[in-house]
């Protein structure tokens, strides 16, 4: 397909006759197909399965935002714009967000969308979607439905042009939701809906019958632990080439070995590519543009009992303070015993464990996992800790294996050899003190801190790990956090800033917002 004169469009059809009866505005030529260039014009182009028409986006929208986009997510931002039920599969890390709201942005121009509804994890509401709407299009209303059914209602009767909410959100609000006119539906990280049995899934499902609203649906791991995952989001998107049941799917990708197990077919790949389109896909490795290292920010909430705790602690401080001088030394005593109760589990004085309930932290880390496309290290400083998140890890039936100061150099080289050649481990967790020099993880090209460090060498050394010779892919550092103490740690590695007047400065930061 050519581009004249930006004006019109030169495609070689199989069919001219497919064209010409569906678009008055085009002709056949001695040379192929010719058809203006217009967004209506590419849009049907789009349905009668010319993949490779651009958008007019691509000659007319002013890419808004304080960052100039990649080619990649230009293509990206193209493809969904001219159609109306997309999949964008972009690895992680490839910025696919701003993609999506520059075309929503172009759509909304047009006078093609007037409301955004964002479905995204809790986590990532407000670091990735609120955030990133104030970088590329800040001149668009933006509203975040959270808490109470009666303040997500408020959020949504404001008129936002993007109203983000998460999952579970969504079920407290679906009437007014039905009711608030919106005509475009983003879905971040999808997989969330692969399962059509759940409520979650026929929530959605009944508010797209009832306002067929445009649905772009993102994940960076499409059926990624099985072909079966693919089904509820190929339904969701009303794939044509999707069967209507379940199990009819199912007898098509799966077979059966014994009473309990399925096993794919061979086939199974290429039907899961059939019904999972149209769709658009690009890998870390292909964006020659992107930089080596991204970094991403997720929320995890603490949750009631750990504000209680932390609250306390901060209250403790403060009375201990009193006027008196602050050390570097009691500054970060006082600094990791935040940092303990925002991660999980405190140690107390006698040697005891206190453990905490941590679930949004677990459930962000876990959510990372699922997005990653290769092999992942998660980066967490209480050994305590790294035992809830290997549980939790093992009950999802992701395999991981650890390595903490109590692993014998033996029975570490052993783990960091199979991490390195084998399919399994899929995560390994490790505390940052042990991540030494010289040890080479480069099978992972994502590195999750379920909690920071206080020293920025400890920090650099960490992500060294995987930021070394024979790293094949563009690499993604997640940082987790749910604290005031955790936000102003994260800024301080990433400024490489580390000495002791700044965990002072820390310490009486906190105190400060009591």
């Known amino acids: 397909m050519k581009i004249i004169d930006n004006k019109a469009l030169l495609l070689d059809a199989a069919d001219p006759s497919l064209v010409t009866d569906n678009i008055h505005k085009s002709a056949e030529t001695t040379e192929g ?22 958008s007019p986006m691509l000659k007319s929208y002013q890419w808004t935002g304080k960052l100039t986009p990649f080619n990649h997510q230009k293509t990206t931002a193209s493809f969904l714009s001219i159609r109306r039920r997309a999949f964008c599969f972009n690895e992680q890390g490839t910025g696919k967000t701003a993609s999506v709201i520059w075309a929503a942005d172009y759509l909304m121009n047009r006078g093609l969308v007037k409301r955004v509804l964002v479905l995204c994890p809790l986590s990532i509401m407000k670091s990735a979607w609120q955030q990133d709407l104030f970088k590329f299009a800040m001149h668009r209303s933006c509203g975040v439905a959270h808490g109470s059914a009666s303040q997500r209602e408020k959020v949504i009767d404001t008129g936002a042009e993007f109203v983000i909410i998460n999952f579970d959100g969504l079920a407290t609000v679906k009437d007014k939701i039905a009711e608030g006119g ?23 499902n009944r508010l797209m019958m009832q306002t067929e609203p445009r649905l772009w649906m993102l994940t960076g791991t499409p059926a990624a632990q099985s072909p079966l995952d693919a089904y509820g989001l190929a339904k969701l998107a009303g794939s044509p080439t ?50 080596e290292v991204t970094y991403i920010e997720r929320e995890a909430p603490l949750t009631p009992q750990q504000r209680k705790y932390y609250a306390q602690l901060k209250n403790q401080m403060l009375f201990e303070a009193g006027g008196e ?44 996992i699922e997005e990653a496309s290769h092999k992942v290290l998660v980066f967490v400083p209480f050994t305590h800790t790294i035992e809830l998140l290997r549980a939790k890890l093992e009950k999802e039936g992701i ?31 490790i505390q940052p003190q042990a991540a030494s020099h010289g040890i080479t993880l480069t099978a992972a090209d994502t590195i999750i801190w379920y909690a920071p460090v206080p020293s920025v060498e400890t ?8 930021d070394r010779a024979g790293q094949k892919n563009a690499m993604t550092i997640v940082h987790v956090k749910g604290s005031p103490v955790e936000e102003r740690l994260y800024t301080m590695l990433r400024g490489n800033i580390d000495n002791h007047q700044k965990i002072i400065d820390l310490y009486r930061q906190e105190l400060d917002t009591v």
């Open 182 to 204: 919106f005509d475009l539906i983003v879905v971040d990280e999808a997989n969330a809906y692969k399962n059509a049995q759940t409520n979650r899934w026929k929530i959605l």
């Open 242 to 291: 999707c069967p209507k049941y379940f199990g009819q799917y199912r007898d098509q990708v799966m077979m059966k070995v014994t009473q309990f197990k399925w096993a794919p077919k061979g086939r199974a790949q290429e039907i899961v590519h059939s019904i999972l389109q149209p769709a658009i896909r690009f890998e870390k490795k292909d964006c020659l543009d992107l930089p």
């Open 325 to 368: 001088e602050v050390s570097a030394l009691n500054a970060a005593t006082k600094l990791n015993k935040l940092l303990q109760i925002s991660g999980g589990a405190v140690y107390t004085d006698t040697g005891e464990v206190l453990e905490f309930d941590v679930s949004n932290r677990l459930n962000v880390v876990l959510e990372v």
């Open 33 to 54: 197909v010719l058809v203006k260039w217009g967004h209506t014009e590419a849009e049907i182009l789009a349905t009668l399965g010319f993949a490779d028409t651009p």
């Open 459 to 466: 920090y650099l050394q960490a992500n060294a790990r995987i």
């Open 399 to 429: 395999s991981c294996d650890v390595i903490n100061g109590k692993v014998s150099l033996n029975k570490r080289t052993e783990i960091i050899d199979k991490f390195q050649t084998e399919k399994d481990p899929h995560v390994l967790l």
